[in-house]
């Protein structure tokens, strides 16, 4: 029996630590979905938590701005109304005027942002459209009739050209 339990508890510790590494490896987490699947956090898949709706009168609001770093890359400025960034609670409850960003370039989501600014060390040439949308605590989409609160900018990156445009909601 004393040698069922050793064996045991030895294929718990090697067996669970090798799926643990295999799947973390993977981008899977104990969630219950791949975060490495654009499917799940994609363009146009701001819903992959879903949306939490709000009233429009007193609905947060955001505007991003994008600016080259003296150094290296990008620094982008987040400024909202209504809202309050509350990185200590991160997958907490829903309460609503709280919560964070998530930052999505060209479709694929690289960030969540707690805090009104963020750098990134680089984005790809050409054509770049940028996204950053609000977010509840528990990571649901904010919005306002079923559209998620967000701005968006597209920019060219890497030509003298600097042709741009922006529109945010």
Wanted: aromatic share 6%.
């Amino acid at each position: 029996m004393a040698r069922a339990l050793a064996l045991f508890a030895i294929g718990l510790v090697f067996g669970g630590g090798i799926g643990f590494v295999v799947a973390a490896g993977n981008g899977i987490t104990l969630d219950g979905h791949d975060h490495a699947d654009p499917s799940h956090h994609g363009a146009g898949d701001h819903g992959a938590h879903g949306l939490v709706d709000r009233p429009a009168d007193g609905a947060p609001t955001v505007a991003m701005t994008v600016t080259p770093d003296t150094v290296s890359g990008y620094n982008i400025s987040l400024h909202t109304t209504n809202f309050r960034f509350a990185p200590e609670q991160a997958g907490a409850a829903d309460a609503p005027g709280e919560g964070h960003a998530h930052l999505y370039v060209n479709g694929a989501k690289v960030a969540r942002l707690y805090g009104p600014w963020t750098h990134l060390p680089s984005l790809p040439d050409g054509r770049v459209h940028l996204e950053v949308t609000l977010n509840a605590n528990d990571h649901r989409t904010l919005s306002v009739g079923g559209l998620p609160i967000h701005a968006t900018k597209t920019m060219v990156v890497g030509d003298a050209s600097g042709a741009d445009q922006s529109q945010s909601q």
